[in-house]
């Protein structure tokens, strides 16, 4: 696998660097530029007493991630650019194989992801309490057409203006939880961006993946492996009316097919933002334990927010999403769907709320709140975030679940009864350096 990753790696130097010269620091807007970020974020989970998740007399369990991302990206001509985003990291959990709950705590590792049909991972490490990955995020070229941009390759796409929740984003959203939003992993696709004037446009995406197993293990080892039901095949029209924005798509995506809007502008003082979107979903595996489960099935997303911006930088957003993919008639099918990528939640009617304010020029505080409706459990997400200089950040930060906590001393009695409220609590500490 590292062969096959460098070889990327050469590919795109060969085809971005014309001129022969090569430097290790640089211009991303000329030939060559490289750059790069560390990030190390450090923590530890509270838990109840529950021995299923925790197991037996396990009060508390330590965890980190450390992770080198390397960018090189270039523009030798006006009609072509390259980018390449090359990753290690490091992660070690005293609960043995990482956290099961709280995903948005550790950025995407180069593992099993949803749109990928080239394995360019490489796991030299991997035991009980670390783990360790090298992977290619991002690979990939850009040509600018004289009447469309076209981009080949690993690429980060990204659809929708919410916060929370984008049904319309559907190439690995960020989790509702993440607080690290930095960089966005990119899929294997080929896009193109076909512009009809200042603020319409049509994109046409095509991207190829293979199938997941509801544990997020592919079901092919193989380097290279393509699915239709893992790939998607999709166009979106975009335009301006009003001073409204509006967009439209559909097609092919995982595990079924895709229709929806948005809509986004402001009402006085008030920004507006609307998205929803249909999934008819093809045939699927059941769920373990449920055979009368489908891991996907048809349902509706649909999203509601509101915003603004005070004078003196206080900003508060605020959203609703009707989770079609939920079941809070069924808690443990729906925590099985939520972890294998097959819903946002366990619930169907939730409302998030995030507040965030300069407190001084170089720090910011913030405090965002996730509550379903369904099971009446909340996740609270305290957040501190200090500029140290103009190149590093150091962030504080905790993720406090509140609701019924789960039951049962094995898998047979274990009982789910509410989605927050089975969360430990979570506190962590990160620093980022951008070089």
Not at 124 to 147: E, G, S, T
Request: net charge negative; proline share 3%.
């Amino acid at each position: 696998m590292l062969k096959k990753a460098a070889l990327c790696f050469l590919v795109v130097g060969i085809f971005g660097l014309p001129t022969g010269a090569l430097a290790l620091v640089g211009d991303s807007d000329e030939n060559i530029g490289l750059d790069g970020s560390v990030r190390t974020i450090t923590g530890a989970s509270v838990n109840y007493k529950q021995p299923v998740l925790f197991g037996d007399d396990n009060p508390a369990d330590g965890f980190s991630q450390t992770m080198l991302r390397l960018t090189i990206g270039g523009r030798p001509t006006d009609w072509f650019s390259y980018e390449v985003h090359g990753l290690q990291d490091l992660v070690f959990s005293t609960s043995g194989g990482g956290m099961s709950l709280g995903s948005g705590m550790f950025a995407g590792q180069g593992t099993a992801t949803r749109y990928r049909a080239l394995y360019l991972s490489w796991e030299w490490a991997d035991d009980d309490n670390v783990q360790a990955h090298m992977w290619l995020d991002r690979c990939n070229l850009k040509f600018v057409l004289p009447f469309a941009d076209v981009t080949i390759g690993r690429q980060a796409i990204t659809f929708g203006k919410a916060y929370f929740w984008n049904p319309l984003d559907v190439f690995l959203a960020f989790d509702p939880t993440q607080f690290d939003r930095d960089y966005k992993s990119g899929v294997d696709a080929l896009r193109i961006d076909i512009p009809l004037g200042d603020f319409s446009g049509i994109n046409i995406i095509g991207v190829l993946g293979r199938d997941l197993s509801i544990y997020r293990e592919y079901r092919s080892d193989s380097f290279a492996d393509i699915s239709w039901n893992g790939s998607a095949a999709l166009a979106r029209v975009f335009t301006n009316i009003w001073e409204w924005d509006f967009a439209i798509q559909g097609g092919k995506v995982y595990g079924g097919y895709q229709v929806g809007g948005a809509a986004s502008g402001e009402l006085g003082p008030l920004a507006i933002r609307a998205e929803l979107a249909y999934l008819l979903a093809s045939d699927s595996q059941s769920l373990p334990l449920f055979p009368d489960q489908k891991e996907i099935f048809n349902h509706l997303s649909a999203v509601v927010g509101v915003g603004h911006r005070f004078e003196n930088t206080l900003d508060i957003e605020a959203e609703y999403i009707y989770n079609g993919s939920g079941d809070s008639d069924n808690l443990m099918a729906a925590a099985l769907r939520m972890g294998g990528g097959g819903s946002y939640h366990m619930g169907e009617h939730l409302l998030g709320v995030v507040a965030s304010y300069e407190i001084l020029p170089i720090l910011k505080g913030s405090l965002a709140w996730i509550f379903s409706f369904s099971d009446y459990s909340s996740l609270i997400q305290p957040g501190l975030s200090l500029s140290v200089s103009d190149e590093a950040d150091l962030i504080f930060g905790a993720i406090i679940g509140l609701g019924a906590r789960a039951t049962g001393d094995n898998m047979l009695n274990f009982e789910i009864h509410s989605e927050f409220g089975t969360y430990p609590n979570f506190y962590y500490m990160e620093f980022k350096f951008y070089f």
